[in-house]
């Protein structure tokens, strides 16, 4: 099985290139399902279609799925809202506010994610393509289970146990509810699935494609969205650089558009050597159902197939040397002064900009003292030496 995820920029046509993957994959006989992690009716647009909150087939093999999240968000929520409703009501937070004060900005993305598991679960698909969020948001969340994981293993399980003994004293001194079993249950579970997904969308099977249009600054953005994607593990392995203006008896006007795409096109192809990059043309009308959808996909991969699985390098790896061993992150664009790096227990904390990586060492590595680092070719290198034994 496969799992596409396209991203980018607001309005580059992630919707429209993930719809249009999907119905190549389709036609080429694999079961396919798309569904879109956004609220927004985007891909029903693309369509052309109704769709409704469960996989529909719009022609052979091809499935269309507008995850409800609001429903998922509510199955899944409920203990824990539940508990929260219940301290701020004692609070004296009226009921309808403490309501909205529970939802949780983003929380539906992430269970649409969610969403995707079940479906990678299920054994029904050959080809899952998700049509994500604009980029910075759906980085975040992806990072999401990883982050929590540093408070699940450790901060958790000893708030829980403290919990379970305080519980019969506080909750008559402060009136306030202490959290019920449940509660720890649900956010226990939560916290399981997301490292699922996360473990799913990290995977070798899973592919991030970039979706561009030429302009710098969207060009920048991608590049960024590049280097974080590889912090957190994920592999891109394409870009589509969408709305080319075709070069051909184009008037002053256009013939302006097209020298200044080709520079930036020329620099897509700089920045992303290592993946594959194809192209779309600005289209005279909006590539809407499902003819215009094949016809575009067709022009987008031509002979290539859109499935494959290109030889990415591993986004993450340690190689052993004598007793040491050398821990390398991709981390394409960076420089030596972009990256900062600590340790932290068993943890490596690996800072790029404003994103922040925990990399739980393996047990071998643990023990290991950091002897040194370097960023080289887009890849930051770390050298572990055995700790010299205590006596
Ligand atoms: N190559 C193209 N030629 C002409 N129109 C296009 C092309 N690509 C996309 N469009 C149109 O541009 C609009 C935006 O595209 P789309 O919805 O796919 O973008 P998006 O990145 O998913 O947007 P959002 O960030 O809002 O989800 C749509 O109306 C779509 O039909
Ligand atoms: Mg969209």
Redesign the pocket.
């Known amino acids: 099985m496969r799992i596409l995820l396209f991203t ?12 249009a993957t999907a119905t190549m994959a389709a036609g080429a006989g694999r079961r396919t399902l798309v569904l879109s992690t ?1 609220a ?1 009716h ?1 891909l029903a ?2 369509f052309g279609t109704e769709v409704g909150g469960e996989p529909e087939e719009v022609s052979p093999g091809l499935f269309v799925h507008q995850v409800d999240a609001q429903r998922r968000f509510e199955q899944s929520w409920a203990d824990i809202q539940g508990y929260l409703l219940r301290v701020l009501e004692v609070a004296g937070v009226d009921p309808v506010a403490a309501e909205e004060l529970t939802v949780i900005p983003g929380a539906e993305e992430v269970l649409a994610l969610l969403e995707v598991r079940l479906h990678a679960l299920s054994d029904d698909w050959d080809t899952i393509v998700v ?1 994500c ?2 980029t910075a948001e759906t980085l975040r969340l992806l990072a999401l289970p990883e982050a929590l994981g540093w408070y699940m293993t450790r901060v958790f399980p000893v708030e829980r146990r403290v919990v379970r003994a305080l519980k019969p004293v506080l909750s008559r001194a402060a009136g306030i509810p202490m959290p019920e079993d449940d509660v720890f249950s649900a956010v226990e579970r939560l916290h399981a699935e997301l490292d699922q997904v996360r473990a799913l969308l990290t995977g070798p099977d899973t592919g991030v494609r970039l ?1 561009l249009t030429p302009e710098q600054v969207v060009l920048a953005e991608a590049r960024r969205s590049y280097t974080t994607l590889s912090l957190f593990g994920y592999r891109v392995d394409g870009v589509v650089a ?2 080319v203006f075709p070069g051909n008896d184009a008037d002053p006007w256009r013939a302006g558009w097209v020298a200044a795409q080709a520079e930036v096109l020329d620099q897509v192809a700089d920045s992303f050597a290592d993946v594959a990059v194809w192209h ?9 159902g499902l003819p215009a959808l094949a016809d ?1 996909g067709q022009q987008v991969y031509g002979d290539s197939d859109p499935l494959a699985v290109p030889a990415v390098r591993e986004p993450f790896r340690i190689t052993r040397s004598g007793d040491g061993a050398v821990l390398r992150l991709r981390l394409p664009f960076v420089g030596r002064g972009d990256v900062d790096l600590a340790r932290d227990g068993d943890d490596l904390v690996v800072t790029v900009a404003s994103y922040r990586r925990l990399l739980t060492l393996p047990a071998g590595l643990a023990r290991h003292r950091v002897a040194g680092a370097r960023v080289d070719g887009g890849e930051l290198q770390v050298r572990f030496a055995a700790e010299r034994s205590e006596d």
């Not at 980018?8 to 719809?19: C, E, L, Q």
């Open positions: 980018g920029k607001g309005g580059v046509g992630k919707s429209t290139v993930a719809a956004d927004a985007s647009d693309a049509d969020a604009p979706v969408n709305r779309s043309e600005y289209r005279a009308s909006e590539p809407v575009f």
